[in-house]
Protein backbone atom coordinates (compact mmCIF):
# COMPACT_ATOMS: atom_id res chain seq x y z
CA UNK A 1 0.00 0.00 0.00
CA UNK A 2 1.35 3.32 -1.08
CA UNK A 3 2.60 5.15 1.83
CA UNK A 4 0.49 9.10 2.77
CA UNK A 5 -2.91 7.71 0.69
CA UNK A 6 -5.47 8.41 3.12
CA UNK A 7 -8.99 7.09 2.24
CA UNK A 8 -12.04 9.12 1.15
CA UNK A 9 -14.88 9.56 3.30
CA UNK A 10 -16.87 6.89 0.95
CA UNK A 11 -13.97 4.41 0.75
CA UNK A 12 -13.58 4.77 4.99
CA UNK A 13 -17.11 3.54 5.06
CA UNK A 14 -16.39 0.68 2.54
CA UNK A 15 -13.79 -0.06 4.94
CA UNK A 16 -16.43 -0.78 7.55
CA UNK A 17 -17.49 -3.94 5.75
CA UNK A 18 -14.15 -5.80 6.55
CA UNK A 19 -14.62 -8.01 9.57
CA UNK A 20 -13.18 -7.59 12.97
CA UNK A 21 -9.29 -7.84 13.15
CA UNK A 22 -8.69 -8.16 9.29
CA UNK A 23 -7.40 -5.49 7.65
CA UNK A 24 -9.13 -4.57 3.92
CA UNK A 25 -5.33 -5.79 2.23
CA UNK A 26 -6.69 -9.37 3.55
CA UNK A 27 -10.18 -8.63 2.87
CA UNK A 28 -8.98 -8.39 -0.79
CA UNK A 29 -6.66 -11.70 -0.65
CA UNK A 30 -9.48 -13.53 1.01
CA UNK A 31 -11.99 -12.23 -1.80
CA UNK A 32 -8.89 -13.03 -4.28
CA UNK A 33 -8.37 -16.45 -3.45
CA UNK A 34 -11.85 -17.59 -3.03
CA UNK A 35 -12.45 -16.32 -6.88
CA UNK A 36 -9.59 -17.42 -8.06
CA UNK A 37 -9.68 -20.97 -6.91
CA UNK A 38 -13.77 -20.86 -7.87
CA UNK A 39 -13.78 -19.81 -11.43
CA UNK A 40 -9.93 -19.31 -12.44
CA UNK A 41 -7.43 -16.92 -12.12
CA UNK A 42 -7.52 -15.83 -15.75
CA UNK A 43 -11.28 -15.02 -15.74
CA UNK A 44 -11.10 -12.51 -12.63
CA UNK A 45 -10.67 -8.94 -13.55
CA UNK A 46 -9.93 -5.82 -11.65
CA UNK A 47 -12.72 -5.11 -11.79
CA UNK A 48 -14.62 -7.95 -9.87
CA UNK A 49 -11.81 -7.69 -7.07
CA UNK A 50 -12.63 -4.64 -6.60
CA UNK A 51 -16.12 -4.87 -6.29
CA UNK A 52 -16.16 -8.19 -4.36
CA UNK A 53 -14.11 -5.70 -1.26
CA UNK A 54 -16.78 -2.69 -2.26
CA UNK A 55 -13.64 -0.63 -3.66
CA UNK A 56 -13.16 1.14 -6.66
CA UNK A 57 -10.13 0.04 -9.11
CA UNK A 58 -8.20 3.11 -7.95
CA UNK A 59 -8.48 1.92 -4.47
CA UNK A 60 -7.80 -0.95 -4.88
CA UNK A 61 -4.51 -0.21 -6.97
CA UNK A 62 -3.22 1.75 -3.45
CA UNK A 63 -3.06 -2.23 -2.19
CA UNK A 64 -1.89 -4.43 -5.23
CA UNK A 65 -0.38 -2.43 -7.94
CA UNK A 66 -1.42 -5.88 -10.13
CA UNK A 67 -3.30 -8.94 -10.61
CA UNK A 68 -0.45 -10.55 -10.78
CA UNK A 69 0.63 -9.17 -7.53
CA UNK A 70 -2.64 -10.32 -5.88
CA UNK A 71 -1.87 -13.47 -6.85
CA UNK A 72 1.67 -14.22 -5.54
CA UNK A 73 0.20 -11.95 -2.62
CA UNK A 74 -2.57 -15.06 -1.90
CA UNK A 75 -0.18 -18.04 -3.00
CA UNK A 76 2.92 -16.21 -0.19
CA UNK A 77 0.67 -15.44 2.32
CA UNK A 78 -0.54 -18.92 2.82
CA UNK A 79 2.89 -21.03 2.21
CA UNK A 80 4.54 -18.63 4.27
CA UNK A 81 1.88 -19.49 7.30
CA UNK A 82 2.37 -22.96 6.44
CA UNK A 83 5.69 -23.22 6.17
CA UNK A 84 6.07 -21.48 9.35
CA UNK A 85 3.52 -24.34 11.40
CA UNK A 86 5.11 -27.18 9.91
CA UNK A 87 8.29 -26.29 10.86
CA UNK A 88 7.85 -25.75 13.79
CA UNK A 89 6.46 -28.89 14.99
CA UNK A 90 9.47 -30.69 12.84
CA UNK A 91 12.34 -28.73 14.21
CA UNK A 92 11.12 -29.68 17.55
CA UNK A 93 14.25 -31.69 18.75
CA UNK A 94 11.98 -32.66 22.41
CA UNK A 95 10.11 -34.73 20.28
CA UNK A 96 10.48 -37.79 18.70
CA UNK A 97 11.26 -38.35 15.14
CA UNK A 98 7.97 -40.46 14.21
CA UNK A 99 5.55 -38.20 16.55
CA UNK A 100 7.38 -34.87 14.28
CA UNK A 101 6.12 -36.71 11.47
CA UNK A 102 2.82 -37.99 12.46
CA UNK A 103 2.13 -33.89 14.10
CA UNK A 104 3.50 -32.60 10.67
CA UNK A 105 0.83 -35.27 8.38
CA UNK A 106 -1.80 -34.03 10.55
CA UNK A 107 -1.55 -30.05 10.08
CA UNK A 108 -0.61 -30.86 6.36
CA UNK A 109 -4.05 -32.46 5.98
CA UNK A 110 -6.32 -30.26 8.29
CA UNK A 111 -4.98 -26.88 6.26
CA UNK A 112 -5.04 -28.40 3.05
CA UNK A 113 -9.03 -29.02 3.71
CA UNK A 114 -9.52 -26.05 5.81
CA UNK A 115 -7.90 -23.75 3.91
CA UNK A 116 -8.40 -25.40 0.55
CA UNK A 117 -9.27 -21.94 -1.25
CA UNK A 118 -5.79 -20.64 -1.09
CA UNK A 119 -4.36 -23.52 -2.22
CA UNK A 120 -3.31 -21.86 -5.31
CA UNK A 121 0.86 -22.94 -5.65
CA UNK A 122 0.22 -26.46 -7.11
CA UNK A 123 -2.55 -25.34 -9.91
CA UNK A 124 -1.48 -24.36 -13.31
CA UNK A 125 -1.94 -20.63 -12.43
CA UNK A 126 1.81 -20.08 -10.90
CA UNK A 127 2.66 -19.73 -14.27
CA UNK A 128 1.23 -16.23 -14.43
CA UNK A 129 3.74 -15.28 -11.30
CA UNK A 130 7.59 -13.59 -12.65
CA UNK A 131 10.17 -15.79 -12.27
CA UNK A 132 11.65 -14.16 -9.20
CA UNK A 133 7.91 -14.95 -7.57
CA UNK A 134 8.25 -18.48 -8.99
CA UNK A 135 11.31 -19.09 -7.27
CA UNK A 136 10.13 -17.71 -4.04
CA UNK A 137 7.20 -19.99 -3.69
CA UNK A 138 9.88 -22.98 -5.05
CA UNK A 139 12.01 -21.80 -1.83
CA UNK A 140 9.25 -22.12 0.63
CA UNK A 141 8.05 -25.62 -0.62
CA UNK A 142 11.74 -26.77 -0.93
CA UNK A 143 12.34 -25.07 2.87
CA UNK A 144 9.26 -27.48 4.12
CA UNK A 145 10.23 -30.58 1.76
CA UNK A 146 13.95 -30.53 3.20
CA UNK A 147 12.81 -30.53 6.60
CA UNK A 148 10.26 -33.86 6.12
CA UNK A 149 13.37 -35.42 4.58
CA UNK A 150 15.34 -34.55 7.70
CA UNK A 151 12.98 -35.70 10.07
CA UNK A 152 12.67 -39.25 8.16
CA UNK A 153 16.69 -39.48 7.99
CA UNK A 154 16.98 -38.61 11.56
CA UNK A 155 14.01 -41.58 12.14
CA UNK A 156 15.87 -43.83 9.78
CA UNK A 157 19.22 -43.61 12.11
CA UNK A 158 17.59 -43.92 15.14
CA UNK A 159 15.97 -46.89 14.09
CA UNK A 160 12.40 -46.01 13.96
CA UNK A 161 11.85 -46.03 10.43
CA UNK A 162 13.30 -47.92 7.60
CA UNK A 163 13.98 -45.93 4.28
CA UNK A 164 16.80 -46.29 1.34
CA UNK A 165 16.32 -42.30 0.44
CA UNK A 166 14.96 -40.27 3.25
CA UNK A 167 14.27 -37.52 0.07
CA UNK A 168 12.57 -39.67 -2.25
CA UNK A 169 10.26 -40.50 0.85
CA UNK A 170 9.82 -37.10 1.22
CA UNK A 171 9.23 -36.54 -2.34
CA UNK A 172 6.16 -39.18 -2.08
CA UNK A 173 4.88 -38.70 0.86
CA UNK A 174 4.00 -34.74 0.03
CA UNK A 175 2.83 -35.44 -3.12
CA UNK A 176 0.22 -37.98 -1.38
CA UNK A 177 -0.92 -34.99 0.75
CA UNK A 178 -1.06 -32.54 -1.66
CA UNK A 179 -3.95 -35.06 -3.96
CA UNK A 180 -6.08 -34.49 -1.05
CA UNK A 181 -6.95 -31.00 -2.53
CA UNK A 182 -8.06 -32.26 -5.66
CA UNK A 183 -10.86 -35.16 -4.03
CA UNK A 184 -11.53 -34.43 -0.55
CA UNK A 185 -15.01 -32.97 0.82
CA UNK A 186 -15.94 -32.51 4.32
CA UNK A 187 -19.45 -33.66 3.57
CA UNK A 188 -18.36 -36.69 2.22
CA UNK A 189 -17.77 -40.19 3.20
CA UNK A 190 -14.72 -39.47 5.53
CA UNK A 191 -14.54 -36.76 8.34
CA UNK A 192 -11.33 -34.79 8.48
CA UNK A 193 -10.64 -36.99 11.84
CA UNK A 194 -10.62 -40.34 9.77
CA UNK A 195 -8.96 -38.78 7.16
CA UNK A 196 -5.89 -38.00 9.04
CA UNK A 197 -5.59 -40.57 10.99
CA UNK A 198 -5.56 -42.88 7.76
CA UNK A 199 -2.71 -40.65 6.20
CA UNK A 200 -1.00 -40.53 8.94
CA UNK A 201 -0.61 -44.54 8.45
CA UNK A 202 -0.15 -43.81 4.96
CA UNK A 203 2.83 -41.94 5.61
CA UNK A 204 4.26 -44.25 8.55
CA UNK A 205 3.74 -47.31 6.00
CA UNK A 206 6.30 -45.13 2.95
CA UNK A 207 8.77 -44.75 6.48
CA UNK A 208 8.89 -48.50 6.35
CA UNK A 209 9.40 -49.26 2.65
CA UNK A 210 12.90 -50.47 3.31
CA UNK A 211 15.38 -51.38 0.44
CA UNK A 212 13.79 -51.40 -3.09
Given amino acids: MHTGWMPSQEEAAKADRVPAGRSMSD ?7 TLFS ?38 GRFLREFVATLLAGLHDMSVPPRARLERAVTDHVVLTVTRREELLAGNPVLNALTADQQAGVAALRRSYRDAVRDVIAEGAAAGQFHVADPLLTAMAMLDMLDGIRAWYHEDGALSLAELTARYRAFALSLCQAGET
Fill in 27 to 33: AILDSAA
Fill in 38 to 75: RRGYHAIGIRELADSVGLSTSTLYHYYATKQDILYAVI
